[in-house]
């Protein structure tokens, strides 16, 4: 199989071009054209890559809550009538806000025409906390609705009772790290900026900065990780 110009490493782009461009100056045009184009393919392949993660840290909480509360749904013993009148109606919730960030993750940019992120959507309609976390994208009331029907569930000897919309997400100590590793990067231009030239606005910032980092070391596993300290908050 023949390989294109994307395809091929720049002494091959190079080789190709002298066989087929006599002219020095319109050959190095051609060459130009092909680097623009490789840095733009590679631009789109990273914003891509970008999107796709920011929506599953997202969706994955979502996903894994879901597949408890179907569990739960299923579970036979006392009290199952109230048990699946309240699982039914937290799964369907679930499954329309599953459904809308399906078509959420298709939604561009009017002015650039790039896919948005869950935070740009989130900010565009006010979601609570930047939208950092599935829970935050259901409205109050239909939370209340559904936490009245788990609270109608007389109480089981020997049973945990099930408390919906908890701001977790499955164990993951990655995203720990990333969100680690960035705040520390950050702490250390503005200190490197403040040793440069003092003000106190920069000082209130890298104090919030390091508070941020202490609750980052007090996350749990199974705690909602934001994309930025900014996420965190100190209630």
């Known amino acids: 199989m023949t390989k294109t110009y994307m395809q091929m490493k ?4 190079h080789n190709k071009l002298m066989k087929r461009i006599p002219q020095p100056e319109a050959r190095e045009l051609k060459k130009e054209q ?17 999107h796709k993660r920011l929506w599953g840290e997202l969706l994955t909480p ?7 509360a179907r569990v739960g749904a299923r579970w036979k013993g006392t009290f199952e009538l109230e048990r699946k009148r309240a699982f039914n109606a937290y799964i369907a919730l679930m499954e329309r806000l599953h459904n809308k960030f399906d078509a959420m993750q298709l939604v561009r940019d009017d002015d650039d025409g790039t896919l948005m992120t869950p935070s740009e959507i989130a900010r ?23 936490a009245t029907l788990f609270e ?13 919309f908890g701001r977790t997400q499955r164990p993951n100590t990655q995203l720990k790290e990333r969100l680690l590793k960035r ?6 231009n503005e200190e490197t900026e403040q040793a440069i030239e003092f003000t106190g606005v920069r000082a ?16 749990k596993p ?3 990780v934001p994309h930025t300290w900014h996420g965190l908050s100190n209630d």
């Open 10 to 13: 720049p002494n091959e782009i």
């Open 34 to 50: 092909i680097a623009k184009a490789k840095q733009a393919q590679k631009i789109e392949r990273l914003s891509t890559f970008q």
């Open 62 to 68: 979502l996903k894994y809550e879901l597949s408890n």
């Open 124 to 146: 565009e309609m006010d979601i609570p906390n930047k939208g950092v976390h599935w829970t935050d994208w259901i409205p109050q009331s239909k939370k209340l609705e559904v």
């Open 152 to 164: 109608q569930i007389p109480h089981a000897p020997k049973t945990k009772r099930k408390v919906p």
């Open 183 to 188: 705040t520390l990067k950050e702490l250390g």
């Open 204 to 219: 209130d910032r890298i104090k919030q900065i390091k508070d941020a980092l202490k609750r980052i070391e007090e996350l």
């Open 222 to 224: 199974s705690d909602a």
